[in-house]
Nanobody, 111 residues
Framework: QAQLVESGGGLVQPGGSLRLSCAAS????????MNWYRQAPGLARVFVAG????????TYANSVKGRFTISRDNAKNVGYLQMNGLKPDDTAVYYC????WGQGTQVTVSS
């Protein structure tokens, strides 16, 4: 059964860092681009960052550019989102997408 499982979310103070992971199984992860999205309470799900299937191309939403880094390890079937300089506005449920959707992981930035 194909699935994506996110992990690494939690509560962090403003200015802190977290690294989210997205573990893929049951399909050929390396064949697909991977994206991270986030959804804050009461708002639509929005694009955060994307990476090509080989990892050679990355794109970022303006709101996270320079603070977040997306990467992937196709040998391990895992994608990552390194988040530095976190702000309260980054609070959301973060979802990974690579053909399928994960269940999401909560990130809360608060003092």
């Amino acid at each position: 059964q194909a699935q994506l499982v996110e992990s690494g979310g939690g509560l962090v103070q403003p200015g802190g860092s977290l690294r989210l992971s997205c573990a893929a199984s049951g399909f050929t992860f390396s064949a697909y681009a991977m994206n991270w999205y986030r959804q804050a309470p009461g708002l639509a799900r929005v694009f955060v960052a994307g990476i090509s299937s080989t990892g050679g191309t990355t794109t970022y939403a303006n709101s996270v550019k320079g603070r977040f880094t997306i990467s992937r390890d196709n040998a391990k079937n895992v994608g990552y989102l390194q988040m530095n300089g976190l702000k309260p506005d980054d609070t959301a449920v973060y979802y990974c997408n690579a053909r399928y959707w994960g269940q999401g992981t909560q990130v809360t930035v608060s003092s």
